[in-house]
């Protein structure tokens, strides 16, 4: 018994290590940022910093959630620009704000559950179940909604966007205080609700947890629409940010794989089970800093997507070297 | 007396078959073989969805019903691997005029070089590649990349008080209006040492990443005195990074677009200062015009590139500003 306890907490450990190697390589980043470059270590930057990437950590909690719970959604973008799509159409239609966004609330949960249905229900595998509806999602708004436009351009003086890019309170932005309420949320889900602690279950040993009695069709639903309603409020802070409701991110951005890189990066494994919002702060935090860090340094976008993706290399590797497969955590399907 | 008047009849009769010949000869118009209805025109656009491409083909479209040809889009969504094959595709359906709007220099020129070479004739609109084809309708992207270097030297170089900072956000760093418009501001900007390019970070065309780039950027140069955006639509973001530091009145913002009354919006909201307008509708109608001539058979003497500039239209907010000068799609 005792030695089974000491094994466990031995696997514990050695899962948070890459949480520990990210975060120490953020560190190493960030003091060696301060000293080559000007301007970088001043509290401007930092709030630079923190706008830039309310949207990316909001999308890494949504994310997060699903991938504890051995899920997948590859869907989270076309689902932010959905949501940000619904909410512009209404509000540029003349529907009074508040309406706008409980439609589009109510669209996002709708989209959510078809997702948590194909995959709970009629138990298509999440990586496929939400790559098709990413197309349809797309494809939808795109040509049905938007009526073959792929781009809506939002003007500054639309009261709602002014609100949702403006200030709170002198000092803190509203994209900001949205990314702190999500990682709140996120934060009281996995720890002191039941489906969080599902989740977990689920991560570690679906038959497990299905064949012990647990709530996981439920909870799966409460996940996938979870992680649509941080997409609708990333969509939302996004395009009131830049003025642009842009289907190009979903397409043809790399947006996807920068929240997937960020969840890994900060230590929760892609077949989940282990993990918690400090590893989503983690991961997000290197990227936001080595993508402000290269900005500054007048780095390529191409370049810059190039050192990402060795970022995720070198990470995944010390990650199986730190975390190895045993039988217990080697199973079938794993992505 | 008789052999008199059959004299003079024949005289009038005469007469009469001369006018009558004369006025025919003058009646009828001399023109060339307008008898192009039923040729086909393919239009190989880097997306639609956006006014600049829904404004051009609207106008061709018009050109189109007039004389009954038809003309087909091929929409590759931004997509440059399917901008490929629609294009190998076009050519392999042989119309007899051919539209491109190349997103690079380099991706479509080997393709326009074989379609011109199967007797396919090739329109270039906007964006041109390096392989030169029949015709090019569009902006001359050397010339607004100078006026546009030239007016920032005016109002951030010397004698005005300014700090010289300029940063320039392209679309892509190999797509043609980039290239020539950075070629041309830079040569600007090397005569006149005062002006400093403090970045030029490809932004890919949208919005949000111009956003975080000025973002960055105005962070770490506070005293940034211009920033040029070589696409109107992306550099709403970047408009929108200003006016969110509050430095909407220190920094000039400059681009350059299709003019639509977007981009006059933005310059009554004060997102954007001066826009180099190229104006989409009247390209579109340029265009138009130059198809119905290729298919008439219109090509220039010594087999050079027909090219047809676009007149500009300079948006400027202030005195000048007059929302008459965009257009609606």
Redesign the interface.
Known sequence: MAELTARMASRQARSNMLERVVAFATVALIVMFSLL????A?L??L??IL??SASLMMLACGMAVVILSRGLDLSLIAQMIAGATTFSILVSGGVPASLALLLAVAAMVLVGLANAWLIAYVEIPAMLATLASAMFVTGLF?FAV?Q????I?L???DPTVMLL?GDLVPGLSVPVALMFATLGATWFLLRYSVPGRVVYAMGDNFQAARLTGLQVRRTTIAVYVFAALTALFAGLV?AA????V?F??V???TLLFDVILAVVLGGIPLRGGRGSVRNIIVGVALIAVL??GM??M????QTQDMLKGLVLIMAIVADNYLNPRDTETDTVGDL | MMYGIGKCLRTAAASLLVGACAVMGVGAPAHADTNIAGKKVIFVPISMGISLTEGWARRMRQHAEIYGYSIDIRDAGFNTGAMSELLAKAISDKPDVLVVHNPTVQLLSRQIKQAESEGIKVLQINLQSNQPSTAFVGANWERIGREIAEDIVKECGAGSGKSGKVAIIPGQLTAADSVMMNDAAFKVFEANKEIQVVSNQASDWEPEKARQITATVLQQHPDLCAIFGHWDVHTMGAGNAVKDAGKADDVLVYSTGGGDDVACKAIEDGIQDRIWSYDADGQGRDAGTMIDLLLQGAAAADGSMLSVESPMKIIKAGDSYDASMCWKM
């Open positions: 470059i000007d301007g970088f001043t401007g930057n709030r630079v706008s830039n795109r938007l073959g436009q792929s781009l351009l003007p500054k003086s890019a996004t940010q830049s003025g642009a842009d190009r991110t397409t043809n951005g993508r402000n900005t500054l007048n780095f390529t976008t």
